[in-house]
């Protein structure tokens, strides 16, 4: 199929075609029949003839200038209608899905004319566009975060490049699962059963749907994935040289030493065979506070450390100086944002009639830097004032000691010696407690129990927690579980069966466990807020491009406006009270959620990954240095070798031919009407 | 006036424009009754001529007392006599000539009047033909302002000559001869003509030279023969003699057209003037009124 000429015309259509000049000739003679015009005399007109009688040649093919036109255009449309190309493969198949990927990697300018790589892998599914048959059918399918079906099944080119033109870069990571998923879907039609008999049909006629992949291959291999009637091919874009120096961390945390002293945290990663020199420069909105000079080595990450003593509030922007002789591929990635909070972000509530060793436990420094500790009287459980900030997701957890709520509250609870109110959990636990159980497992590896040891706990009675489904059972003893969790809406129950001070029938308070005595005991209460309230308010500040955003709000506003980074703001309606769920995080940089003008919350969303920001296409590793070739994709079991980046398209000249054809046409038409004058 | 007042060939304003002109003629002839025009003829009027011995038979009345007086002889003054001029206008009334817009032949028509007009006004002898006309048939002759309104009829009645088997279009040169052998007389002779003939125009021209008449050439040529808009493959046919001439129009065409009626312009222009011809080129697109008030002045047919 690599012949220059391609055929479109059945013999028929060329006979037909190949009469169209002999007509001409036809036409053009009998149209000699010259149009009789009388005139005063023809003196003076005899007298011109003889005259040019003498060049009559050139005269004459003047005459025919129209002829020539005509039979001209005849030629150029014939010649392209046979297509003429060059150095290409064709298309060969049906249907083809093109896979695009427009993950953040994709933004990279490693091409020869600077163009973006999404930009040169629009370029050649165009000029597959371009070279589909009247009867093939095509889908474009974009995957980055996640998969998006830009155009389906169309025969219709003009959609298609229409669809093609839409496609925006975007900032999110490579996840080439579910695009395979979603064309899996398209190309293989489920089995469909037939009510009556059991013999199953398919829906459509089953058919090879060519599966074309463009991406520059940063994403791990796909297992368990079956591709079915899909035949891929992976057409990698972009190359080895890419050079790129990426932030892909930065964060905010207290110095270890002095709590009271918060430091910045830039890793810089360099994605390139030489040693680099960055400058970071680290800027809270828009001052610049600090920069650094970082060497890092091939291939290699280095980090700096910014002490922020004495500063507010506010965005933190980090900013990759890069060396002008460096030739940095990706831009995306050299700036990164966090957010710098003075007041620690958990809030945690503990409800007890008094418990020392509780309180004391809980007082710990560290346990202060995760979260604030509020300590309240059971009798408060009653107000209304308190039932509505239970409602309002103020506080990330609750500790119930020794005392029940009359309704669950919107937080995280944790219940000492007490079963919450609710039907699971009351149908699961018997009523009366066990004695003297002894504890034989736990689940080590819960981050609630992480490294505790907690066999040498005596306890003197205790109610079995058992967890309603979906729960967990955290420690179990010799008379039943101890410690469970189970899920509760997007909160979790934890249900500690046992009491650490029990009040004895007389009202004396004593020692339910001795617990509190082993260096267990403030360990786990560590665990327990680390886990409900520390963890949370970390993983609140940064968040990933593209994927949805949960942020607690307080407050009872119904409607928060958010600013994006660019400077545009958005009416965001809260699902429920106190938290915003939001998921136009298409952009880097720092979100600012707002009620009525004042910036209630800010988030920032980076980059920050290692697959995206190192943009060299992967290559074989048995082959030879000198010959790269770019590692295939592996999909299910199956090896998708990667097509020779350059491989070209079929070239094809009829347009241009058609084009000129149309030129000649118009110069026809000219001459036609001001034939006079020429 | 009124009598002219609604002819379509002699309009109000040119009428008055017309009334301060006078034909001119740069030849003297001699006429053949007392008009306006200064003759070779002594005779009465005011101009002064010469002085002669009076012989008997002379008119008493001539004698120059005051010299008889002085000289004791008997002298006759002698003056000028005016007389009138012949003005003939030999119009082309071949079929080539009904073409334009307005058609050439009116145009020729208009152009007669008006010069006619002009002559009647100065009592001139004005004489109207066709080349059509055969030796015998003679044209009015037309003399005072009272002759306006026979010469109008006389120039409607023109029609373009109708060409029938046995009488072919009549040659430029034959209409030429057979007016000269009608009209011994001298004077001037005013052509109008578009000089399309076959056989040339220099014989019929030459008939005036050896006519000894003060004559005008107005070469009347129609918008469409100046600036030819013609397009595509084309068969000419000749209206006169039905040749065909076949053309495919282009621009060199058109070019060449051109050159060639410039040719044959500067051609007749020159046999004019070597022979003491006026010859005058008109465009059937220009008034009459302006060809006779700039052109015709300037070449001095009118004062």
Same mark, same amino acid.
């Given at each position: 199929? /690599?012949?220059?000429?391609?055929?479109?015309?059945?013999?028929?259509?060329?006979?037909?075609?190949?009469?169209i000049?002999?007509?001409?000739?036809?036409?053009?003679?009998?149209?000699?029949?010259?149009?009789?015009?009388? +005139?005063?005399?023809?003196?003076?007109?005899?007298?011109?003839?003889?005259? *040019?009688?003498?060049?009559?040649?050139?005269?004459?093919?003047?005459?025919?200038?129209?002829?020539?036109?005509?039979?001209?255009?005849?030629?150029?449309?014939?010649?392209? &209608?046979?297509?003429?190309?060059?150095?290409?493969?064709?298309?060969?198949?049906?249907?083809?899905?093109?896979?695009?990927?427009?993950?953040?990697?994709?933004?990279?300018?490693?091409?020869?004319s600077?163009?973006?790589?999404?930009?040169?892998?629009?370029?050649?599914?165009?000029?597959?566009?371009?070279?589909?048959e009247?009867?093939m059918?095509?889908?474009?399918?974009?995957?980055?975060?996640?998969?998006?079906?830009?155009?389906?099944?169309?025969?219709?080119?003009?959609?298609?490049?229409?669809?093609?033109?839409?496609?925006?870069?975007?900032?999110?990571?490579?996840?080439?699962?579910?695009?395979l998923?979603?064309?899996?879907?398209?190309?293989?039609?489920?089995?469909v059963?037939?009510e009556?008999? /059991?013999?199953?049909? #398919? +829906?459509?006629?089953?058919?090879?749907?060519?599966?074309?992949?463009?991406?520059?291959?940063?994403?791990?291999?796909?297992?368990?994935?079956?591709?079915?009637?899909?035949?891929?091919?992976? &057409?990698?874009?972009?190359?080895?040289?890419?050079?790129?120096l990426?932030?892909?961390?930065?964060?905010?945390?207290?110095?270890?030493?002095?709590?009271?002293?918060?430091q910045?945290?830039?890793?810089v990663?360099?994605?390139?065979?030489?040693?680099?020199k960055?400058i970071?420069?680290?800027?809270? /909105?828009?001052?610049?506070l600090?920069?650094?000079?970082?060497?890092?080595?091939?291939?290699g990450?280095?980090s700096?450390?910014?002490?922020?003593?004495?500063?507010?509030?506010g965005?933190?922007?980090?900013?990759?100086?890069?060396?002008?002789?460096f030739?940095?591929?990706?831009? *995306?990635?050299n700036?990164?944002?966090? =957010?710098?909070?003075?007041?620690?972000?958990?809030?945690?509530?503990?409800?007890?009639?008094?418990?020392?060793t509780?309180?004391?436990?809980?007082?710990?420094?560290?346990?202060?830097?995760?979260?604030?500790?509020?300590?309240?009287?059971?009798?408060?459980?009653?107000?209304?004032?308190?039932?509505?900030?239970?409602?309002?997701?103020?506080?990330?957890?609750?500790i119930?000691?020794?005392? +029940?709520?009359?309704?669950?509250?919107?937080?995280?609870?944790?219940? $000492?010696?007490?079963?919450?109110?609710?039907p699971?959990?009351?149908?699961?636990?018997?009523?009366?407690? $066990?004695?003297?159980?002894?504890? =034989?497992d736990? $689940?080590?590896?819960h981050p609630?129990?992480n490294?505790?040891?907690?066999g040498?706990?005596?306890?003197?009675?205790?109610?079995?927690?058992?967890?309603? *489904?979906?729960?967990?059972?955290?420690?179990?003893?010799?008379?039943?579980?101890?410690?469970?969790?189970?899920?509760?809406?997007?909160?979790?129950?934890?249900v500690?069966?046992?009491?650490?001070?029990?009040? #004895?029938?007389?009202?004396?308070?004593?020692?339910?466990t001795?617990?509190?005595?082993?260096?267990s005991f403030?360990?786990?209460?560590?665990?327990?807020?680390?886990?409900?309230?520390?963890?949370q308010?970390?993983?609140?500040?940064?968040?990933?491009?593209?994927?949805?955003?949960?942020?607690?709000?307080?407050?009872?506003?119904?409607?928060?406006?958010?600013?994006?980074p660019?400077?545009?703001?958005?009416?965001?309606?809260?699902?429920?009270?106190?938290?915003?769920?939001?998921?136009?995080?298409?952009?880097?940089?720092?979100?600012?959620?707002?009620?009525?003008?004042?910036?209630?919350?800010?988030?920032?969303?980076?980059?920050?990954g290692? #697959?995206?920001?190192?943009?060299?296409l992967?290559?074989?590793? #048995?082959?030879?240095?000198?010959?790269?070739?770019?590692?295939?994709?592996?999909?299910?079991?199956?090896?998708?070798?990667?097509?020779?980046?350059?491989?070209?398209?079929?070239?094809?000249?009829?347009?241009?031919?058609?084009?000129?054809?149309?030129v000649?046409?118009?110069i026809?038409?000219?001459?036609?009407?001001r034939?006079?004058?020429? | 006036?009124?009598?002219?007042?609604?002819?379509?060939?002699?309009?109000?304003?040119?009428?008055?424009?017309?009334?301060?002109?006078?034909?001119?003629?740069?030849?003297?002839?001699?006429?053949? %009754?007392?008009?306006?025009?200064?003759?070779?003829?002594k005779?009465?009027?005011v101009?002064?001529?010469?002085?002669r011995?009076?012989?008997?038979?002379?008119?008493?009345?001539?004698?120059d007392?005051?010299?008889?007086?002085?000289?004791?002889k008997?002298?006759?003054?002698?003056?000028?006599?005016?007389?009138?001029?012949?003005?003939?206008?030999?119009?082309?009334?071949?079929?080539? %000539?009904?073409?334009?817009?307005?058609?050439?032949?009116?145009?020729?028509?208009?152009?007669? @009047?008006?010069l006619?007009f002009?002559?009647?006004?100065?009592?001139?002898?004005?004489?109207?033909?066709t080349?059509?006309?055969?030796?015998?048939e003679?044209?009015?002759?037309?003399?005072?302002?009272?002759?306006?309104?026979? %010469?109008?009829?006389?120039?409607?009645?023109?029609?373009?000559?109708?060409?029938?088997?046995?009488?072919?279009?009549?040659?430029?040169a034959?209409?030429?001869?057979?007016?000269?052998?009608?009209?011994a007389?001298?004077?001037?002779?005013?052509?109008?003509?578009?000089?399309?003939?076959?056989?040339g125009?220099?014989?019929a021209?030459?008939?005036?030279?050896?006519h000894?008449?003060?004559?005008?050439?107005?070469?009347?040529?129609s918008?469409e023969?100046?600036?030819p808009?013609?397009?595509?493959?084309?068969?000419?046919?000749?209206?006169?003699?039905q040749?065909?001439?076949?053309?495919? @129009?282009?621009?060199?065409?058109?070019?060449?057209y051109?050159q060639?009626?410039?040719?044959f312009?500067?051609?007749?222009?020159?046999?004019?003037?070597?022979?003491?011809?006026?010859?005058?080129?008109?465009?059937?697109? %220009?008034?009459?009124q302006e060809?006779?008030?700039?052109?015709?002045?300037?070449?001095?047919?009118?004062?």
């Open positions: 199929m /690599d012949s220059l000429f391609r055929n479109t015309l059945s013999p028929v259509s060329w006979i037909l075609l190949g009469m000049p002999p007509a001409i000739f036809a036409l053009y003679f009998l149209k000699l029949k010259r149009q009789p015009l009388e +005139v005063p005399s023809t003196y003076l007109w005899h007298r011109v003839l003889e005259d *040019l009688h003498v060049n009559s040649l050139w005269q004459r093919l003047r005459k025919s200038l129209l002829l020539l036109l005509q039979l001209l255009m005849v030629a150029l449309a014939m010649l392209a &209608l046979l297509r003429p190309g060059w150095q290409g493969q064709s298309l060969e198949g049906q249907q083809f899905i093109f896979l695009l990927d427009n993950s953040a990697s994709m933004s990279a300018t490693d091409t020869q600077e163009a973006k790589r999404l930009d040169v892998a629009k370029g050649r599914i165009a000029a597959l566009i371009d070279q589909l009247s009867d059918s095509a889908m474009i399918i974009t995957f980055a975060e996640q998969p998006d079906v830009v155009q389906e099944f169309t025969n219709n080119k003009r959609l298609l490049r229409e669809a093609l033109e839409r496609i925006e870069p975007s900032a999110g990571q490579t996840a080439l699962r579910g695009a998923e979603l064309a899996d879907g398209f190309a293989n039609p489920d089995r059963m037939n009556e008999g /059991d013999q199953s049909f #398919e +829906v459509t006629e089953q058919q090879d749907v060519e599966l074309y992949i463009f991406s520059d291959g940063r994403f791990p291999s796909i297992e368990d994935f079956s591709l079915g009637n899909l035949r891929p091919q992976f &057409l990698p874009i972009g190359s080895f040289a890419a050079q790129n990426a932030i892909t961390a930065f964060n905010t945390r207290r110095n270890e030493e002095r709590p009271e002293l918060q910045a945290f830039v890793q990663a360099n994605f390139s065979e030489q040693e680099q960055a970071v420069e680290l800027t809270l /909105d828009k001052r610049l600090d920069a650094a000079e970082l060497t890092i080595p091939p291939n990450i280095a700096a450390t910014f002490n922020l003593a004495g500063e507010n509030e965005a933190l922007r980090a900013q990759l100086d890069i060396p002008a002789e030739k940095d591929c990706l831009a *995306l990635d700036e990164a944002y966090a =957010i710098l909070n003075q007041r620690s972000d958990g809030q945690v509530l503990l409800v007890t009639p008094g418990n020392t509780l309180q004391a436990a809980l007082a710990t420094e560290r346990v202060n830097r995760l979260a604030k500790i509020e300590t309240v009287n059971p009798d408060v459980l009653k107000t209304a004032e308190f039932l509505a900030k239970a409602q309002t997701e103020l506080y990330d957890l609750i119930y000691d020794q005392c +029940v709520p009359r309704m669950m509250p919107q937080a995280n609870t944790l219940f $000492v010696g007490r079963m919450p109110p609710l699971d959990w009351q149908q699961q636990a018997r009523a009366e407690p $066990v004695d003297a159980p002894q504890i =034989i736990w $689940v080590r590896g609630l129990l490294l505790l040891e907690l040498n706990v005596q306890i003197a009675d205790s109610l079995l927690a058992r967890p309603p *489904l979906g729960g967990r059972m955290l420690i179990d003893s010799t008379q039943g579980p101890l410690f469970a969790i189970a899920p509760r809406d997007r909160y979790e129950d934890a500690l069966g046992f009491e650490i001070v029990g009040t #004895e029938a007389d009202g004396s308070r004593t020692f339910n001795d617990w509190p005595r082993k260096h403030p360990g786990f209460w560590l665990n327990v807020i680390e886990y409900f309230a520390g963890g308010s970390a993983s609140l500040v940064h968040n990933r491009p593209d994927r949805m955003m949960e942020i607690r709000v307080d407050g009872q506003a119904s409607n928060l406006e958010v600013e994006m660019d400077g545009t703001r958005q009416l965001v309606a809260l699902e429920q009270p106190g938290r915003l769920s939001y998921h136009e995080t298409g952009q880097l940089g720092v979100y600012q959620v707002r009620e009525a003008g004042q910036v209630k919350k800010r988030f920032a969303v980076n980059l920050f290692r #697959e995206e920001s190192d943009i060299r992967r290559a074989r590793q #048995e082959t030879e240095k000198s010959l790269k070739t770019v590692d295939s994709l592996s999909i299910g079991y199956i090896d998708v070798a990667a097509q020779s980046p350059t491989a070209a398209v079929r070239r094809e000249l009829w347009k241009p031919l058609l084009a000129g054809a149309l000649v046409l118009m026809e038409w000219y001459i036609y009407n034939r006079v004058y020429i | 006036m009124s009598t002219t007042n609604t002819s379509k060939l002699l309009t109000p304003e040119l009428l008055s424009q017309l009334e301060r002109l006078e034909l001119v003629t740069r030849k003297v002839f001699r006429g053949r %009754m007392k008009g306006e025009r200064r003759s070779k003829r005779g009465q009027s101009e002064f001529a010469d002085f011995n009076y012989v008997a038979g002379d008119d008493l009345r001539l004698l007392w005051n010299l008889y007086a002085r000289l004791d008997l002298i006759i003054k002698l003056f000028l006599e005016e007389e009138d001029l012949h003005f003939y206008t030999l119009i082309d009334s071949s079929l080539s %000539m009904d073409f334009g817009s307005p058609t050439k032949l009116e145009y020729a028509k208009q152009l007669a @009047a008006a006619g002009v002559g009647l006004i100065r009592t001139d002898r004005v004489r109207i033909e080349l059509s006309q055969g030796v015998g003679r044209g009015p002759i037309l003399r005072g302002r009272h002759s306006v309104w026979r %010469m109008l009829e006389h120039l409607n009645a023109i029609q373009p000559d109708t060409i029938t088997a046995e009488k072919g279009p009549t040659p430029l034959e209409g030429v001869k057979n007016f000269c052998l009608r009209n007389g001298k004077g001037i002779v005013v052509l109008i003509s578009d000089l399309m003939d076959k056989a125009y220099e014989q021209l030459r008939y005036f030279v050896s000894q008449v003060d004559c005008f050439v107005i070469h009347v040529l918008q023969e100046l600036e808009d013609v397009q595509g493959d084309l068969k000419l046919v000749d209206c006169e003699d040749d065909e001439a076949e053309i495919t @129009a282009s621009a060199p065409l058109i070019n060449r051109k060639t009626l410039n040719a312009v500067a051609g007749a222009q020159e046999f004019c003037t070597k022979r003491g011809m006026h010859y005058i080129l008109a465009n059937n697109q %220009m008034p009459v060809l006779v008030a700039q052109h015709l002045r300037r070449r001095g047919l009118v004062r």
